[in-house]
C-alpha cells in the first residue's frame, strides 16, 4: 500500500499500489488527492483513498470519479482534442469516424492500426477545443486542458474513443511552448473565421500564464 498526507486536511491516507498517477477524492474532506508514492516510504496508520469514510455520505458510490470541475465523462461530439507532449502535439481527435489519429512526421496515421507506437508513459496533456455552431458558421468558444496519468495513459488509445477520459488525473497546464504550438495548431485544423474572434482563448495563448488549466 502506498501511505499519503492529504495536502488539504492533513489526515494520513493509504492507497493501493496500482493507483500511483491517478487522483481520488480525500474520505475526510472531500478535495483531490494525487497518489504518489513519498521518498520515505513512511508507514502510517491510514484511510484507505480508495473507500469513501463511513460520515462522507457525499462521496458513497462516487469513489472512482474525479472531482466534476476536471473529470472528462467521455469526448464531446462538437469539440476537438489533441494529445501534446512538453512541445508537441502528439494525437488529435474529430468525431470523423477515424478515431485517435497520432501525428507523424509522414501525416497523420490511425492508432488502432500503430498501437505499438503508443508510449507506455511520460508527460501528456489532454487539450480540449471547445466549438460551437452559431449562425456565422462553426467557432472556437474555449479551451480546457487535463492532465493524463504518466503510465500507461496513451496505450487505452487504441481501445476506444473515450477510454482516454478514464486516465485524466487532474487540472492540466500550458507551458510556453505549448501555446506556441497550438496557436500553430488552430491556424492548421480551423479556418480563420473559426478561431481568429476567439478573443478569450487567444490571449489565453498569449499571455504568460502557464498555470491557468483553459479557458471559456
Known sequence: MIQIVCPHCGTKL?????????????????????????EDH?????????????????????KERLPT????????????????????VFATWAN???????????????????ADKLPKE???TLVELKLRNTDEGLRLVGLMTYELAKR??????????DVICQKITGKGSLSHDLKNVLRLTLRDMFMPEVWQHAAPVLEFLHN???HSHGVE
Open 69 to 88: 470541475t476536471i473529470h472528462l465523462e467521455r469526448l464531446d461530439r462538437q469539440n476537438r482534442y489533441l494529445i501534446c507532449d512538453r512541445a508537441h
Open 14 to 38: 493509504k492507497a493501493k499500489e496500482h493507483l500511483e498517477g491517478e487522483v481520488r477524492p480525500c474520505p475526510k474532506c472531500g478535495e483531490p488527492v494525487k497518489i504518489l508514492i513519498p
Open 42 to 62: 513512511e508507514q502510517l496508520p491510514s484511510t484507505p483513498l480508495d473507500e469513501p469514510a463511513a460520515n462522507a455520505a457525499h462521496l458513497v458510490g462516487k
Open 122 to 124: 511520460g508527460t501528456f
Open 208 to 210: 504568460a500564464d502557464y
Open 96 to 114: 470523423d469516424g477515424k478515431g485517435w489519429m497520432l501525428k507523424t512526421l509522414s501525416g497523420m496515421i490511425p492508432v488502432h492500426r500503430n
Open 152 to 161: 500507461w495513459a496513451l496505450t487505452v488509445l487504441a481501445e476506444g474513443d
